[in-house]
């Protein structure tokens, strides 16, 4: 089984600074995904950025990064230069690649609230 | 990536009745998700949908209060049924379109009264 931890209920940053959302998993596959999702107040599910167990370098996607510490199993997401519209609900969720009967489902964390401050 | 259309973006519903969702994919996936989000609440798997077979319920669900159809490889559909204020939830369809990414339907902001 696996399982997400996100232990920031909420986080605030000033506009323009970076911030880091933590994110701990647990799993016993040996290949998983890594998935960062933000969540605005309309409820849609956007996709920012995927970390492979296998990846040796961590992932990037403009703004975004991740940063993949896998002996500490720790997958936290840094917003560089944050903007106003980055307020929302961040989730951390992972998948196992493995194949069998957990193929396809996506454990997610509890999520953190991301508040951008003019 | 897939695009996914889902319908209704919300509804408010009498307690007692059903709501059945779509979700329609402009390209042909094998697997679909079904996912709820309650009120301040993470997302929890619901089911699985493959096209051709009955669809897999996780713990906790079942087919008589959320039945699902997946008649072909870009729609399907969930129903709530004999809805209750508890079920008052976002729903979301979810599919595969790479290795690495998955790709959600809009939500259905679902308010049973």
């Known amino acids: 089984a696996q399982k997400i931890t996100q232990t920031q209920p909420g986080m605030f940053v000033q506009e323009k600074e970076a911030v880091t959302l933590d994110c701990t998993y647990d799993t016993s596959d040996q290949s998983y995904g890594l998935f960062w999702y933000k969540q605005p107040s309309s409820g849609e599910m956007i996709f920012l950025i995927y970390q492979g167990s296998y990846d040796e370098q961590n992932a990037t996607e403009g703004r975004y990064s991740l940063n993949f510490q896998k002996a500490r199993k720790s997958a936290n997401l840094v917003i560089s230069a944050s903007q106003l519209g980055d307020s929302a609900m961040y989730f951390c969720?992972?998948?196992?690649?493995?194949?069998?009967?957990?193929?396809?489902?996506?454990?997610f964390g509890q999520g953190t609230i991301l508040t951008v401050h003019p | 990536s897939a695009v996914i259309s889902q319908k209704p973006s919300r509804d408010i519903c009498q307690r007692g009745t059903s709501l059945t969702i779509q979700c329609q994919v402009d390209?042909?996936?094998?697997?679909m998700f079904w996912y709820r989000q309650q009120p301040g609440q993470s997302l929890t798997l619901i089911a699985t949908a493959n096209q051709g077979s009955e669809a897999t319920y996780e713990s906790g669900f079942v087919i008589d209060k959320f039945p699902i159809s997946r008649p072909n490889l870009t729609f399907s559909t969930l129903t709530v049924s004999n809805m209750s204020p508890e079920d008052s939830s976002i729903y979301l369809c979810?599919?595969?379109?790479?290795?690495?990414?998955?790709?959600f339907g809009s939500g259905t902001r679902l308010t049973v009264v």
């Open positions: 979810s599919v595969e379109w790479t290795d690495y990414g998955y790709t």
């Open positions: 969720a992972m998948i196992p690649q493995g194949g069998g009967t957990s193929y396809g489902k996506l454990t």
């Open positions: 390209s042909q996936v094998t697997m």
